[in-house]
């Protein structure tokens, strides 16, 4: 590991870009519900590999689509940051997803109605960047389990 990393409190003097203002301009097009703002992140081969989805989202077609399921299913979704490092072209971010199931929500064995639940699911990313500054790849974890329990579906 190299000593390139920033905290919730800032960046570390001398690490390169701040990285938690990208992170931060992330949080902001989610929170805002800015799909294309968001996909604009990620370059075009990038690969998100998620517990939520049983086969890695590939490419920034299906990366907007998936973001807009979430805004479907949740429109008052946000995003909390609660911690995040940096080593190089790898950030990892853990934070709260919160929000209310008041829409349609596409899941693998299909739809699933409103419950009207509010729900607050905890998750980690790891995500890394390619030589443009782009994420090619990230990994998602999130308790899909405690998601389906808080929604009365598990």
């Known amino acids: 590991m190299s000593d390139t990393?920033?905290?919730?409190?800032?960046?570390v003097p001398d690490a390169g870009e701040d990285r938690r203002e990208k992170v931060d301009r992330i949080f902001q097009a989610i929170n805002s519900h800015d799909a294309p703002g968001y996909v604009g992140f990620y370059g075009a081969d990038a690969v998100i590999y998620t517990t939520a989805a049983q086969e890695p989202v590939r490419g920034t077609a299906?990366?907007?689509r998936e973001i807009?399921?979430?805004?479907?299913?949740?429109?008052?979704?946000?995003?909390q940051l609660e911690e995040l490092l940096v080593d190089g072209a790898t950030a990892v971010s853990r934070f709260q997803l919160v929000g209310t199931h008041t829409g349609?929500?596409?899941?693998?064995?299909?739809?699933?109605?409103?419950?009207?639940?509010?729900v607050s699911m905890p998750m980690a990313v790891f995500?890394?960047?390619?030589?443009?500054?782009?994420?090619?790849e990230e990994h998602r974890y999130l308790d899909m389990m405690g998601f389906l329990q808080q929604l009365g579906l598990a």
């Open 5 to 11: 990393h920033t905290s919730v409190v800032g960046p």
């Open 104 to 118: 349609p929500m596409a899941t693998p064995s299909g739809e699933v109605p409103p419950t009207g639940k509010r």
């Open 68 to 79: 807009e399921q979430w805004f479907t299913a949740m429109p008052d979704m946000m995003l």
């Open 127 to 136: 995500s890394r960047e390619g030589e443009d500054g782009l994420i090619v």
């Open 62 to 64: 299906a990366i907007q």
